[in-house]
């Protein structure tokens, strides 16, 4: 006789080598006409720290929501652990901390965790969690007595409560001043060590870069780079020189040393260089080129590149 | 450093993970959602304060001495202020949802094991709860009184189902509360109930057989008022049933929908 439980576990047992956390083969997610999402596929091992890094309306948000199991797919497979979302959230293998919201102001801190450790079938008592997260002389209080900081880990403690084999964060320590976002992370980090998987979206290159083992780029709704943190750093290095130059010698600017783009708008032309001051000498010292400015490109002109170049 | 705890892998061992019994149902959770409602000072007047207080006012009408059934007026009219009062808190019980959703705890609670069906039972047994005590407060304020009379068979069965009868009102509070966002559920549910006791024979009487009464027998609270009355008057019509079980379906099913659309951000 095979009961199912004991089905499962055989199955798990196979593959235990090859499980991923957390898996999207090819997913797309429309609002009405929206493409917030289109067609990403991504693999996310045990015990790996990614960031989701993106511009807004990038995805990220909407990613996270159909990982757990909140919305569905337009296309394609979307597994957690091996199940689907919804299945991944009934056995206590995923938890969120979202950005803003999801509390109860009328419950005390306690009253908020006993509540929500009453509802998984294997639970951390408690007391540990409050104490894990910092806010056990905080248990008798309001929940909307406690400052914003005092709020998020109280999140922090409710997704802690399941001993989640994930941890998905929207955007975590949005609001927080720079000792609660150092904190916050010290706690994430000391976490993750253990072996949890960690997902986390933000704007913030640094931050990625900071916690994260790996930096997963999205775009309007794609993968548009995918690696360490020094890697994407790379992407998002070097200056734009922009210079009023009509009747730009394109082939002589692109064959100058570190220079990755030339782009020419009417009489305007944009370099992207990594080495931006052999590209500005050159405009002044050789050509008739003037008005010229020098800025720093920032992650969102990176991710312009990027897709611009993917499209 | 980092790559050393990506190959080691995860220490959660899967399989261990079970699915929590009866759908996340459990005492913690009602107990915590009992102890909230008996904390909020509004729940308190609604359920306490203000149904006592309306049977002192219309339950010593002239006339209370009059014969029904197997009691008098005044017992008559305690039972409807019963099941006004009853309705009332059910209806904000079952409205705290709108809160709860507009807080962005109902997302909170979708991050759990527990099934949405579970939840909506939890509170409805809150509002029940509620119904019951609001229910029992009326009746301590008719005993006090002294004018209402009726057997103590009549007085017991006539409480029990005033308080299965709110749940038709806690469905309507639940399904308001999607409807109506946030704290402004209330604003309608207050009115709204009130005007249904007006039309519905509750809080005045209206003649059998008149144009009214026929517009009544159609409104939510007619048929419970019916029924919840019935141990006193000995009369049931089959249209009052059929009322408060429409009307039950309806909120129900209402309730149900927004509820199965509540994944949507907050
Ligand atoms: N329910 C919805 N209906 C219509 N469009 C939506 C809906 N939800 C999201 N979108 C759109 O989908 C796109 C992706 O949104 P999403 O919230 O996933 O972005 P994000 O990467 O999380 O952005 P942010 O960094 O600003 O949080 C956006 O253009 C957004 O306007
Ligand atoms: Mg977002």
């Known amino acids: 006789m095979r009961v199912r439980g004991a089905a499962r576990f055989a199955d798990t047992v196979d593959d235990m080598t090859t499980q991923t956390a957390v898996s999207l083969r090819d997913v797309t997610k429309n609002f009405g006409d929206v493409e917030a999402v289109r067609g ?17 309306g990038a995805g990220k948000t909407t990613t996270i929501d159909m990982l757990l199991g909140l919305s569905q797919p337009t296309s394609g497979e979307v597994e957690v652990m091996g199940m689907k979302p919804r299945d991944a959230i009934a056995h206590g293998l995923v938890s969120a901390v979202m950005q803003t919201g999801g509390l109860l102001k009328d419950m005390t801190v306690r009253e908020t965790v006993a509540y929500m450790a009453s509802l998984f ?17 905080l248990a008798a209080r309001k929940v909307g007595k406690c400052s914003g900081g005092e709020q998020q880990r109280l999140r922090f403690a409710l997704a802690l409560l ?9 955007e975590p320590t949005t609001g927080m001043d720079v000792e609660g976002r150092r904190a916050f992370w010290g706690a994430i980090r000391e976490d993750a060590s253990r ?20 930096i997963v780029l999205v775009s309007k709704g794609k993968v548009v780079a995918d690696g360490t943190g020094s890697q994407v750093k790379a992407l998002a290095s070097g ?4 210079a009023t130059w009509p009747a730009a010698d394109v082939e002589r600017l692109t064959a100058l040393g570190g220079v990755d783009s030339v782009e020419v708008r009417g009489d305007t032309v944009h370099v992207h260089a990594k080495d931006t001051d052999t590209v500005a000498r050159y405009l002044l010292s050789e050509t008739n080129a003037r008005d010229l400015e020098i800025t720093a490109r920032g992650l969102e002109e990176a991710f312009i590149n990027l897709t611009g170049a993917q499209a | 450093m980092s790559t050393t705890t990506a190959t080691m892998g995860s220490t959660v061992d899967v399989t261990s993970r079970n699915v929590p019994r009866f759908g996340g149902f459990n005492s913690t959770m009602l107990g915590i959602e009992l102890r909230r409602m008996l904390r909020n000072r509004r729940t308190i007047i609604f359920t306490l304060v203000f149904p006592a207080a309306m049977f002192f006012a219309f339950g010593g009408q002239s006339g209370w001495d009059e014969k029904v059934g197997s009691g008098n007026v005044a017992a008559y009219i305690l039972v409807s202020m019963a099941l006004y009062g009853a309705a009332l808190t059910a209806a904000a019980g079952g409205a705290m949802v709108a809160i709860e959703r507009s807080l962005g705890w109902s997302r909170s609670l979708r991050l759990t094991p527990l099934k949405p069906a579970v939840y909506i039972l939890t509170k409805a047994l809150v509002a029940l709860t509620m119904g ?3 229910v029992t407060v009326v009746n301590v304020a008719g005993i006090v009184q002294g004018k209402p009379s009726m057997p103590v068979g009549t007085w017991i069965a006539c409480a029990l189902l ?3 009868c709110t749940l038709v009102f806690a469905a309507l509070g639940v399904f308001i509360g999607y409807l109506v966002p946030g704290e402004n559920a209330m604003q309608v549910l207050g009115p709204g109930l009130a005007l249904f006791s007006f039309v519905g024979n509750v809080l005045i009487p209206i003649t059998e057989g008149t144009t009214m009464w026929h517009v009544a027998s159609f409104t939510p609270m007619f048929g419970v008022a019916e029924i919840a009355r019935s141990p006193l008057t000995h009369e049931l019509p089959w249209y009052a049933v059929l009322n408060a079980v429409v009307w039950l379906a309806i909120f129900i099913g209402g309730a149900a929908w927004r509820m199965s659309k509540d994944t949507a951000r907050v």
């Open chain 1, 121 to 137: 079938a294997n639970t951390e008592s408690v007391d540990d969690v409050l104490k894990r997260s910092g806010i056990s002389q």
């Open chain 1, 162 to 170: 399941p001993d989640p084999a994930l941890l998905l964060l929207d």
């Open chain 1, 195 to 214: 072996g949890r998987t960690v997902l986390f979206a933000t704007h913030y290159l640094e931050e990625a870069d900071q916690y994260a083992d790996r």
């Open chain 2, 162 to 164: 005033t308080v299965v």
């Open chain 1, 239 to 242: 200056r734009t020189v922009r």
């Open chain 1, 40 to 56: 990403i596929d991504l693999d996310i091992a045990p015990g790996e720290v990614v960031a989701f890094l993106g511009p807004n």
């Open chain 2, 132 to 134: 019951a005590i609001a």
